[in-house]
């Protein structure tokens, strides 16, 4: 959390000093993603929306390899393409981010369906796989949401949707997005368990996961988990969140629920941590980051060779024509690429 | 330059009355006989055109009118298929049953879902899939279009072959942005991590005499907007098993448009084998020399139908399927023009920007100097389908005949 948190603080600077083009934190759901990524298997897929790169950074992503997809530089894994902030990691489970709100929803849903059968030809259960799909309150509204979770309660497919439910979608505070109880609420209308949790409690993050995850093999049905927490930070560098609420109620919330000084105050209570070891922790982590930006900062962009490439499996003759026209005109006007 | 008697001629001939005459070219140009056109003979239009250009390898044109039901136009010969040993006389739903039938017994990941789609489908393509490969894998999923394409979209990513239905092309608006936004970049923004080439996605389309405003739709154009993407469409039951084929085991994200008109009333000898016909590549489904004409699904019916009336005024057609809108083969469309010096592109969908205005555009840049005549485009007009006057909205073979003529014209 400690390693996020920095990284967060850091590359949201660098963004304000011109070095990256966007970013978006995480404060105040590091428990969200801590919590829920360690009670799931390697095998489960993740289907995340963008506020949830603690699940990855969880599962083995390196700071570099975040810091090398901010920075759009020859070795992200997605060879530039996206936005910052749009990680996707095929080796670890971890599907791209895509910047459509909700569409991951149908999707987890799809992948679900597939586990299923897998289980049911391999008698393994410590194979069986889930799904887990992360959305916000505000993606909550969409098309995608609806659908999924009534075609995952009717087909019965095995997996967790996963609610953050920050307070906000950009300005939009929840009392503009629904009249209902929250998210959960709807989860017994299309069928389907669900529990409310409280976010910024790393424990029962867990534990609640643990259980679904569980529940959604046994029965292999849906389970829907809302996590209640609060969005600290901007909804992103193009955001300014003073505009649209005050800053005590931020303060509050850093001070008092913040995830980390809650779990902070439990190591502390135990004796099982102090504040030095917090503080050489936080410095090494500080430290860490730094060196990685540094290094992705530094590094080149990816080949424009690979412009025109994975738009298809193969590159069809209209691509390589406009390939041809681009290298051309490149070399016509000298322009340096 | 034609005379105007004869051209006035052929258009009464064929029930057309002109009271006005088309456009002429000012330039002189030799006086042609007609001849007494032979079934299978058909000469060049102008005497001197015949000098420039080389005649071309008569086909001796097979009869397969008796195959054929006569609800629509029942005329579409397969020219040039291997041997693909025994056939078996199916129409296009049993022809898509079959190929599915084939994809999901080769390949244990493929399911087939959409909706109504266990009981057989509204359209029966999916008959007879459940039975054989249970319910896990043949089933109906609630009634959302975006649903159907995320999730195929989410199988797919997962490492199986998904093949969704949407009940009819005018319903697949709502899946747009799956298929749009997800399924046709899902590669690409990954770094080829990821892919979705397990998804296709079939839909029927096109004109079926009382469909009206959202049972006739062709949505070909949007969804070729869309790099990332395939998109294809069978004329009939033989290329569309092995269209289908090709679709489902692509490594590509698929759309199948389905011609409804066809489903029964297109019958054709289908190989029983399993055959794939390649993706991204058009077909000449009749060799000529005097005017190149396009187009795709049933709508080759209806060229087929104007290119024997051309026939008989010894104009040689050349006609030529796509097949596959996207990626599509302007090779094959710009080897046929440079030859005939002369298009003409017809589809249902509306004209503005439809798929046509891309093969105009691209053939007009790469082959200008080849052309003796205006392209023409024969298509739908602008207006949403309505049910009254389907019949004059079609482009059908008498204004098709029309362009030929227009173009033919205009030659030297």
């Known amino acids: ?337 | 330059m034609m005379p105007r008697s004869r051209l006035i001629s052929i258009l009464r001939k064929n029930g057309l009355h002109a009271n006005q005459l088309l456009t002429g070219s000012t330039k002189a140009a030799p006086a042609w006989q007609p001849n007494a056109a032979v079934k299978n003979d058909v000469r060049p239009f102008s005497a001197v055109a015949q000098e420039q250009r080389p005649h071309s390898d008569t086909p001796s044109t097979v009869d397969y009118s008796h195959l054929y039901s006569t609800a629509y136009h029942p005329h579409s010969p397969e020219p040039n298929y291997p041997d693909l040993g025994p056939t078996s006389k199916l129409n296009l739903f049993t022809a898509i049953n079959s190929a599915m039938q084939t994809a999901m017994q080769t390949d244990p990941t493929a399911i087939m879902f959409g909706e109504d789609v266990s009981f057989g489908g509204v359209f029966r393509c999916s008959q007879n899939l459940r039975e054989e490969f249970g319910e896990e894998r043949v089933f109906n999923t609630p009634l959302s279009e975006n649903g159907i394409a995320g999730m195929a979209v989410g199988y797919a990513s997962a490492g199986g072959t998904s093949i969704g239905e949407i009940q009819f092309g005018d319903y697949i608006f709502p899946a747009i942005d799956q298929i749009v936004n997800e399924m046709a970049k899902f590669r690409f923004r990954s770094g080829n991590q990821w892919n979705c080439g397990g998804v296709t996605l079939r839909a029927p389309c096109g004109a079926v005499g009382h469909g009206a405003l959202y049972h006739s739709q062709s949505p070909e154009a949007y969804l070729a907007h869309t790099p990332g993407l395939v998109v294809v469409m069978p004329r009939g039951p033989r290329c569309a098993k092995g269209l289908l084929l090709s679709a489902i085991r692509s490594k590509d994200p698929v759309v199948f448009l389905e011609p409804k008109i066809l489903y029964r009333s297109a019958v054709e000898e289908v190989p029983d084998a399993d055959y794939e016909i390649p993706l991204g590549k058009a077909e000449i489904i009749r060799p000529g020399n005097d005017v190149t004409i396009v187009g795709w699904g049933a709508q080759l019916r209806t060229l087929q139908a104007a290119c024997d009336l051309a026939a008989k005024e010894g104009i040689s057609c050349e006609l030529i399927d796509l097949r596959t809108i996207l990626p599509w083969d302007s090779d094959c469309i710009k080897t046929s023009v440079k030859k005939t010096g002369k298009l003409i592109v017809s589809h249902e969908a509306p004209i503005t920007c439809g798929f046509g205005a891309e093969v105009v555009a691209t053939l007009q840049q790469e082959c200008f100097f080849h052309l003796e005549a205006p392209i023409q485009r024969v298509c739908g007009y602008d207006t949403p389908f309505g049910l009254v006057f389907e019949k004059h909205y079609l482009p059908d073979e008498k204004k098709n005949l029309d362009a030929i003529i227009t173009v033919m014209e205009f030659s030297l």
């Not at chain 1, 910047?99 to 059968?117: D, E, N, R």
């Not at chain 1, 996963?162 to 009392?175: D, H, L």
Request: hydrophobic fraction near 35%.
């Open chain 1, 1 to 337: 959390m400690i390693r996020l948190r920095k990284m967060d603080t850091i590359l949201h600077n660098a963004q304000r000093q011109g070095r990256i083009s966007f970013y978006m934190t995480h404060h105040g759901e590091e428990a969200i993603h801590m919590g829920s990524a360690s009670a799931l298997k390697p095998q489960d897929h993740i289907f995340a929306q963008y506020r949830e790169a603690g699940s990855l950074m969880w599962r083995g992503f390196s700071l570099e390899q975040f810091c090398n997809q901010c920075f759009s530089n020859d070795l992200d894994l997605g060879k530039g393409r996206q936005m910052p902030v749009h990680y996707g990691c095929r080796a670890l489970n971890y599907h791209t981010v895509s910047s459509p709100l909700g569409t991951q929803i149908t999707q987890a849903v799809g992948a679900a369906y597939k586990f299923k059968l897998d289980a049911m030809a391999n008698p393994k259960k410590e194979e069986s796989a889930i799904s887990i799909v992360y959305f916000g309150d505000g993606a909550a509204s969409t098309v995608d949401f609806h659908s999924a979770c009534n075609f995952a309660a009717t087909l019965k497919t095995p997996m967790i949707f996963f609610c953050r439910n920050n307070g906000y979608a950009i300005s939009t505070p929840v009392e503009d997005q629904y009249a209902g109880d929250g998210i959960i609420s709807r989860a017994p209308g299309y069928g389907m368990a669900g529990i409310r949790v409280d976010g910024n409690d790393i424990f029962a993050v867990h534990a609640a996961v643990a259980k679904a995850r569980k529940l959604a093999l046994e029965t292999s049905a849906p389970v829907m988990i809302e996590a209640m927490t609060y969005r600290q930070g901007h909804h992103s560098t193009s955001d300014d969140s003073s505009r649209y609420r005050d800053t005590d109620e931020v303060k509050e919330a850093s001070d008092v629920a913040d995830p980390m000084v809650r779990f902070d105050r439990f190591l502390k209570h135990f004796g099982w941590m102090d504040d030095n070891t917090v503080a050489s922790i936080e410095d090494e982590e500080r430290i860490a980051v730094l060196r990685a930006m540094e290094a992705a900062e530094a590094r080149p962009d990816p080949k424009l060779a690979t412009m025109f490439d994975d738009v298809y499996h193969e590159k069809p003759p209209h691509l390589i024509r406009q390939e041809e026209d681009l290298k051309r005109h490149l070399k016509k006007y000298k322009i340096p690429h």
